[in-house]
Structures are given as structure tokens and as C-alpha cells.
């Protein structure tokens, strides 16, 4: 459990007769970028609220940096911030004073805290700013302001509803960057909820993927498409004009070949030599075929993700 | 205690800072001072009439051919204050989203609406005392009476049943902003049930009384009766007995016989004399017991519902 900040083990929470988080073990490194995947109900939400102790679980056990949430749900939240989907900050207020704010609930003493809402507001590029009533700011600066207002209680766990949603490219991948180099520097532990998978796979080192309360999938990218796509080592998408069933037979009679799919009128072949010659020399042979495209695929996480909810 | 001392002084501060407490303190001077220039104009005639020596506490209970007495524009007042620092306490939190981030911190729950109900508490005594020493200070210089020590004593009393009257109406309002989203929601259930307890109750209770023990050729008992019908629905409003209490609190002498019924004959039999201020808190202790009853069942309610509410950011 050293290794882990979060830890469930059989976590259930139920409302009513609905299952929101259906049996949950999951472990979170400490110092990792963790993803959490899923559609609306999935039961994202509900495992963060558990994690900061805002709602109890049904059945089970959480842990947080070897806490309780239920018994001990404050000494979680010093060491853990939140920025939820939509944060919302004192509009008329600015953004040292929202920060401050932010500080005196944590306790943090005044001459200390200035320096921290200093530190933090450089960090996130909103030094020049500080004086700035919030209800003026953009939702790319409200976001970043949010990034300090967790930054505010030096935390060893964040969390993030959606952080880049709604965002323009340009400040979605500032903010990526912070989150990199805060985990790199600070060795924050993150755990991102979000729909946006190329966010995901970009920052996180480990993915998990919900499903009707339940961890359907979970590893880094690469695990998630060997155990998705048969763990070959080349994956090639070939797409032709003709008859696709005479080609993939063809294409199986081949040496090498570990699997053939088809997919309309194109056939993901795997195997584990790349013989994309070979490939091509079966196809043009046969009468009255065209090969059109051939290109070796990298599964990309939304693959794999559309693959497991077409499975479910 | 340190979070809620850290959330009471923000809503403080927001209180005091914010249009509707420039507005609400701004309603209360102007109703406040037309209220005792009426006064100063009637004390006169108003203290030879009376049989008490408690001249100075007629600068809030006296009115004017048109305008009433200071009295009846703070029962009109106190809810709305009331209502105004309690409609949006929780909701408007949930709206702009902030919750979800204050829920966060490392603070009990219920340090957000002990603070904010603290704060609002605190804004209400201020503006209630404040206008009433302005009120006492100008009585004092315009009639040249000083008020005595009992006088004294039954104005501190009667600002706090104003703030414990308030604080009902502020926790009422709380409770809808605790279980109603939208705060236009919330302010327009408070003011209707303001408006429900303010005018309708004594039609209501009159109308009741009458069909159950009609007035028409009545015997005295049933006279009594349908007096005593109407005095049990009143006393079902926290307006009327806010009314009931500072009207026997201010007016000592002969306002404690509209309690109950009393024939003729009796008052005959009566010597009339004021009541001390013993007394007079012993004739509305249970009206203001029920007061703060009301307000502590009312953030009660809204207390145990806010606690077990699960907060989402969406």
C-alpha cells in the first residue's frame, strides 16, 4: 500500500438501487498521472467524491494517502486539491483575494500565504493578473486560477474533473504542461477524470477505464492495446477495392500472419513481422483488386476506448 | 472554529459591502426617521393620555394620523431583512460553483452555514440596533427626556426579539436556499410565506372564528369563544406573535389585556396600572420561546439537509 496514495478495494456505492460504483479495485501510484476514462455515468465523479470523503461508499474500502475519507476526511482534503469540472471563484473578488481565501481555510499563515498565492500564480503564468477582479477573466484564466488554488496547500494529490473542457487548443496544452511539470518537479500525483482521450494519452501513465460503475480496463496505453488488439506488434490497416473476402484469405495464407480482420472494406492484419511487402505482392496478384492504402496503425486510446464500449 | 470564524468574517465582509445591505439599511433610515419625526409631532398628546411614566419608549410605539408607529414598519421590515441575508446563502454558492471548491478545503461541512448564518445574524443585529439608537438618540434630544433604567432595559430586550425574529425569518430563508436551486426560487417562496403570515393569517383566523362561533346575536361565551378561535390561529403566525411581544413589551400599560378575552365587567374590576418589566416578560415569554423555537427548527432543517447533501460540480 506504500507505493499506492489511492487505494480501493470492492468499493461499492449504491443509490437506491443504483449501482454507481460497482465493485471498484483500483491503486493509484504515487507521483503518477492517472486517467480516468468513461461516459457520463460511468461513476467517475462519484469515486472522486468518495476519495475527498464528500460522500460515503456503500460497501468497501478507500484509502488516500493511508486515510480514511470517511473517519478522517480532513487530512485528506489538506493534502489533496480539487478542481472540479466547472470551477467557480468570488467574481467580485480578485484573484489574491479568491486565493487568500483559499489559504485562510487552510490555514495557512499570512506571511507564508502571500508567498504561496505568489509562488502559485507564477506558476500557472498569472502573476501579472493577481490584482484582476475574476469576473474578467477568461475561462482558460479561470481554469489556470483554479490550477493555483490548488497549488495553494503544497498538495501530494490533485485532482481534475475535465480540465481542459471548453478550452482552445493554445491554453489546453499550457495547462497540459503545467500538469507535467508539476508532477515532474513537485511529484504531485494527478488523477484526471476526463472525456478527451488524446489529453489522456498524452500526460497519463496509466489509464483506467469505466464502464456502468465498473474498471472495465485499466494499464498505460500500450498495455490497454495488447489486451485490446491481441498484444501483436504490428498492426497493419490495409484498404482495397474488390472482393474483401478473397484477400483475406489470401492474406492468412501468408507466413507471420497472427490475426485478420475485417472492417468494411478494409483488414487489420496482425503480426509480428513487418512483411507489409509481402502484404502488398499477395494483393496486387489477385485479378480485379486495387490496393488503395496500407499503413501500419499505432493504436491511439481512442481505439481502444470505442473498442471496449463497442464490446459493452 | 477557525473556518467558520474564517467564513462568518468573508460574509461579513461581502454583507457590508453589498447593494443589498446599502439598500436594506438605506429602507430602514428613511422608514426609521419619517417614523419618529411622526412620533416627535404625537408624544405629547400621546404621553397626557397615558398613565405610565414611560415616556421615552413612546417614541417607537407612537403614530401619526397617516403614517403608523415605528413598531409596525419594523415587523414589515425584519422579515424582509431577514429574508434578504438568507434566500441565497447555499444556493447561490451551488450556482456560481463555488461550493463544490469550498467543500474541498480541509473544513467541516457545516462550518460554511454556521458562518454564514453567524454573519447574517450579526449584519441584522447591526442594522436593527443601529437604527433604534439613532431613533433613541434623536428622542433624547428632541424631548429632553432621558429614558430610564427600565426603559432602557425593555429596549435592549425588545432589540433582541427584532434579531431572534429576524433570525427565523433568515433561517427560513436559508432552509429554501438549501433545498431549492435557483434562488429566484427561494426568495419568492420566503416572501409568499411572509406575505401568507403578514396579511392572510388574520383574515384566515377571523374568518374561521366566525363560522365556527358566529358573532351574530353571539352569547357572551360564544363571543369569548370566537375571540379565543381567532387568538389560537393568530398565534400560529410568527408575525403576530412578534406583534404580541414587543407591543406588551413597549406598551405596559393595558396592551397585556388583548392576551385574552375580557369582558367589561372585568376591566371594571380592574385598577389599571402599568406592568413592570417582570411582568411584562413573564406575559411574553411564550410568545418569544416560540420565536426562537422557529428559528432554531428552521436551521435545524436546513442544518441535517445541507450536511447529508451530495455536492456536484455539474
Same mark, same amino acid.
Given at each position: 500500500?506504500?507505493?499506492?496514495?489511492?487505494?480501493?478495494?470492492?468499493?461499492?456505492?449504491?443509490?437506491?438501487?443504483?449501482?454507481?460504483?460497482?465493485?471498484?479495485?483500483?491503486?493509484?501510484?504515487?507521483?503518477?498521472?492517472?486517467?480516468?476514462?468513461?461516459?457520463?455515468?460511468?461513476?467517475?465523479?462519484?469515486?472522486?467524491?468518495?476519495?475527498?470523503?464528500?460522500?460515503?461508499?456503500?460497501?468497501?474500502?478507500?484509502?488516500?494517502?493511508?486515510?480514511?475519507?470517511?473517519?478522517?476526511?480532513?487530512?485528506?482534503?489538506?493534502?489533496?486539491?480539487?478542481?472540479?469540472?466547472?470551477?467557480?471563484?468570488?467574481?467580485?473578488?480578485?484573484?489574491?483575494?479568491?486565493? #487568500?481565501? !483559499?489559504?485562510? &481555510?487552510?490555514?495557512?499563515? @499570512?506571511?507564508?500565504?502571500?508567498?504561496? $498565492?505568489? /509562488?502559485?500564480? %507564477?506558476?500557472?503564468?498569472?502573476?501579472?493578473?493577481?490584482?484582476?477582479?475574476?469576473?474578467?477573466?477568461?475561462?482558460?484564466?479561470?481554469?489556470?486560477?483554479?490550477?493555483?488554488?490548488?497549488?495553494?496547500?503544497?498538495?501530494?494529490?490533485?485532482?481534475?474533473? #475535465?480540465? !481542459?473542457?471548453? &478550452?482552445?487548443?493554445?491554453? @489546453?496544452?499550457?495547462?497540459?504542461?503545467? $500538469?507535467? /511539470?508539476?508532477? %515532474?518537479?513537485?511529484?504531485?500525483?494527478?488523477?484526471?477524470?476526463?472525456?478527451?482521450?488524446?489529453?489522456?494519452?498524452?500526460?497519463?501513465?496509466?489509464?483506467?477505464?469505466?464502464?456502468?460503475?465498473?474498471?472495465?480496463?485499466?494499464?498505460?496505453?500500450?498495455?490497454?492495446?495488447?489486451?485490446?488488439?491481441?498484444?501483436?506488434?504490428?498492426?497493419?490497416?490495409?484498404?482495397? $477495392?474488390?472482393?474483401?473476402? %478473397?484477400?483475406?484469405?489470401?492474406?492468412?495464407?501468408?507466413?507471420?500472419?497472427?490475426?485478420?480482420?475485417?472492417?468494411?472494406?478494409?483488414?487489420?492484419?496482425?503480426?509480428?513481422?513487418?512483411?507489409?511487402?509481402?502484404?502488398?505482392?499477395?494483393?496486387?496478384?489477385?485479378?480485379?483488386?486495387?490496393?488503395?492504402?496500407?499503413?501500419?496503425?499505432?493504436?491511439?486510446?481512442?481505439?481502444?476506448?470505442?473498442?471496449?464500449?463497442?464490446?459493452? | 472554529?477557525?473556518?467558520?470564524?474564517?467564513?462568518?468574517?468573508?460574509?461579513?465582509?461581502?454583507?457590508?459591502?453589498?447593494?443589498?445591505?446599502?439598500?436594506?439599511?438605506?429602507?430602514?433610515?428613511?422608514?426609521?426617521?419619517?417614523?419618529?419625526?411622526?412620533?416627535?409631532?404625537?408624544?405629547?398628546?400621546?404621553?397626557?393620555?397615558?398613565?405610565?411614566?414611560?415616556?421615552?419608549?413612546?417614541?417607537?410605539?407612537?403614530?401619526?394620523?397617516?403614517?403608523?408607529?415605528?413598531?409596525?414598519?419594523?415587523?414589515?421590515?425584519?422579515?424582509?431583512?431577514?429574508?434578504?441575508?438568507?434566500?441565497?446563502?447555499?444556493?447561490?454558492?451551488?450556482?456560481?460553483?463555488?461550493?463544490?471548491?469550498?467543500?474541498?478545503?480541509?473544513?467541516?461541512?457545516?462550518?460554511?452555514?454556521?458562518?454564514?448564518?453567524?454573519?447574517?445574524?450579526?449584519?441584522?443585529?447591526?442594522?436593527?440596533?443601529?437604527?433604534?439608537?439613532?431613533?433613541?438618540?434623536?428622542?433624547?434630544?428632541?424631548?429632553?427626556?432621558?429614558?430610564?433604567?427600565?426603559?432602557?432595559?425593555?429596549?435592549?430586550?425588545?432589540?433582541?426579539?427584532?434579531?431572534?425574529?429576524?433570525?427565523?425569518?433568515?433561517?427560513?430563508?436559508?432552509?429554501?436556499?438549501?433545498?431549492?436551486?435557483?434562488?429566484?426560487?427561494?426568495?419568492?417562496?420566503?416572501?409568499?410565506?411572509?406575505?401568507?403570515?403578514?396579511?392572510?393569517?388574520?383574515?384566515?383566523?377571523?374568518?374561521?372564528?366566525?363560522?365556527?362561533?358566529?358573532?351574530?346575536?353571539?352569547?357572551?361565551?360564544?363571543?369569548?369563544?370566537?375571540?379565543?378561535?381567532?387568538?389560537?390561529?393568530?398565534?400560529?403566525?410568527?408575525?403576530?406573535?412578534?406583534?404580541?411581544?414587543?407591543?406588551?413589551?413597549?406598551?405596559?400599560?393595558?396592551?397585556?389585556?388583548?392576551?385574552?378575552?375580557?369582558?367589561?365587567?372585568?376591566?371594571?374590576?380592574?385598577?389599571?396600572?402599568?406592568?413592570?418589566?417582570?411582568?411584562?416578560?413573564?406575559?411574553?415569554?411564550?410568545?418569544?420561546?416560540?420565536?426562537?423555537?422557529?428559528?432554531?427548527?428552521?436551521?435545524?432543517?436546513?442544518?441535517?439537509?445541507?450536511?447529508?447533501?451530495?455536492?456536484?460540480?455539474?
Amino acid at each position: 500500500m506504500e507505493n499506492y496514495i489511492i487505494t480501493t478495494k470492492n468499493l461499492i456505492k449504491k443509490y437506491g438501487s443504483k449501482t454507481a460504483v460497482d465493485n471498484l479495485n483500483l491503486n493509484i501510484d504515487k507521483g503518477s498521472i492517472y486517467g480516468l476514462l468513461g461516459p457520463n455515468g460511468a461513476g467517475k465523479s462519484t469515486i472522486i467524491l468518495m476519495i475527498l470523503g464528500l460522500t460515503e461508499p456503500t460497501e468497501g474500502f478507500i484509502s488516500v494517502a493511508d486515510f480514511n475519507p470517511i473517519k478522517e476526511p480532513l487530512k485528506i482534503k489538506r493534502i489533496t486539491g480539487y478542481l472540479p469540472e466547472k470551477v467557480g471563484f468570488y467574481e467580485d473578488m480578485n484573484a489574491f483575494q479568491n486565493l #487568500e481565501y !483559499t489559504g485562510q &481555510l487552510n490555514g495557512i499563515p @499570512a506571511k507564508e500565504l502571500a508567498l504561496k $498565492i505568489e /509562488e502559485s500564480l %507564477k506558476i500557472v503564468g498569472l502573476e501579472n493578473d493577481r490584482k484582476k477582479i475574476v469576473k474578467y477573466f477568461s475561462k482558460g484564466m479561470k481554469q489556470r486560477l483554479g490550477i493555483a488554488d490548488v497549488l495553494i496547500k503544497d498538495p501530494q494529490l490533485v485532482i481534475f474533473d #475535465e480540465p !481542459t473542457e471548453g &478550452l482552445d487548443v493554445e491554453v @489546453a496544452n499550457q495547462i497540459l504542461e503545467t $500538469i507535467r /511539470e508539476l508532477n %515532474k518537479t513537485k511529484q504531485i500525483t494527478f488523477l484526471i477524470s476526463s472525456h478527451q482521450l488524446n489529453l489522456v494519452q498524452r500526460i497519463c501513465d496509466k489509464v483506467g477505464i469505466m464502464s456502468n460503475g465498473k474498471l472495465i480496463g485499466e494499464g498505460n496505453v500500450k498495455e490497454l492495446s495488447d489486451n485490446t488488439f491481441g498484444g501483436n506488434k504490428y498492426q497493419i490497416e490495409v484498404e482495397i $477495392i474488390g472482393d474483401i473476402r %478473397k484477400v483475406s484469405e489470401k492474406i492468412k495464407s501468408l507466413k507471420d500472419i497472427k490475426s485478420v480482420s475485417v472492417i468494411e472494406n478494409s483488414l487489420l492484419i496482425g503480426t509480428d513481422e513487418d512483411i507489409r511487402q509481402e502484404i502488398s505482392k499477395a494483393i496486387t496478384s489477385l485479378d480485379n483488386v486495387i490496393l488503395t492504402k496500407m499503413n501500419m496503425k499505432d493504436f491511439s486510446l481512442e481505439d481502444i476506448y470505442l473498442n471496449y464500449f463497442k464490446e459493452v | 472554529m477557525r473556518s467558520i470564524l474564517t467564513i462568518y468574517r468573508k460574509e461579513l465582509s461581502d454583507y457590508f459591502s453589498s447593494k443589498k445591505f446599502l439598500i436594506l439599511l438605506g429602507l430602514v433610515y428613511i422608514t426609521g426617521l419619517t417614523s419618529i419625526y411622526v412620533a416627535i409631532q404625537n408624544i405629547r398628546a400621546a404621553a397626557q393620555s397615558s398613565t405610565d411614566a414611560l415616556v421615552f419608549l413612546k417614541l417607537f410605539t407612537t403614530s401619526g394620523d397617516v403614517l403608523p408607529s415605528f413598531l409596525y414598519f419594523l415587523s414589515f421590515f425584519i422579515p424582509i431583512i431577514g429574508i434578504v441575508f438568507g434566500f441565497d446563502a447555499i444556493n447561490s454558492e451551488k450556482s456560481s460553483k463555488n461550493l463544490s471548491r469550498l467543500l474541498s478545503q480541509p473544513i467541516y461541512r457545516d462550518s460554511i452555514i454556521n458562518g454564514k448564518f453567524l454573519a447574517g445574524i450579526t449584519t441584522m443585529t447591526i442594522i436593527v440596533s443601529s437604527i433604534i439608537l439613532v431613533i433613541a438618540g434623536i428622542g433624547l434630544r428632541v424631548i429632553g427626556v432621558p429614558p430610564s433604567a427600565e426603559e432602557i432595559l425593555r429596549i435592549i430586550i425588545f432589540i433582541a426579539i427584532c434579531v431572534c425574529y429576524g433570525t427565523f425569518w433568515m433561517s427560513l430563508a436559508m432552509l429554501f436556499s438549501v433545498v431549492l436551486d435557483k434562488t429566484a426560487t427561494s426568495i419568492l417562496t420566503s416572501v409568499a410565506i411572509w406575505i401568507f403570515f403578514f396579511f392572510f393569517v388574520q383574515i384566515i383566523a377571523s374568518a374561521i372564528a366566525n363560522a365556527m362561533a358566529p358573532l351574530e346575536n353571539a352569547s357572551l361565551a360564544t363571543q369569548i369563544r370566537n375571540f379565543n378561535i381567532g387568538l389560537g390561529i393568530n398565534r400560529l403566525s410568527p408575525s403576530y406573535l412578534f406583534m404580541e411581544s414587543i407591543t406588551i413589551l413597549l406598551i405596559p400599560s393595558g396592551s397585556h389585556l388583548f392576551l385574552r378575552a375580557i369582558t367589561t365587567s372585568d376591566i371594571s374590576n380592574m385598577i389599571l396600572s402599568p406592568l413592570s418589566l417582570g411582568q411584562s416578560l413573564i406575559q411574553v415569554w411564550p410568545q418569544i420561546i416560540a420565536i426562537i423555537a422557529l428559528a432554531i427548527i428552521c436551521f435545524a432543517i436546513s442544518y441535517v439537509v445541507f450536511i447529508k447533501q451530495e455536492i456536484r460540480s455539474t
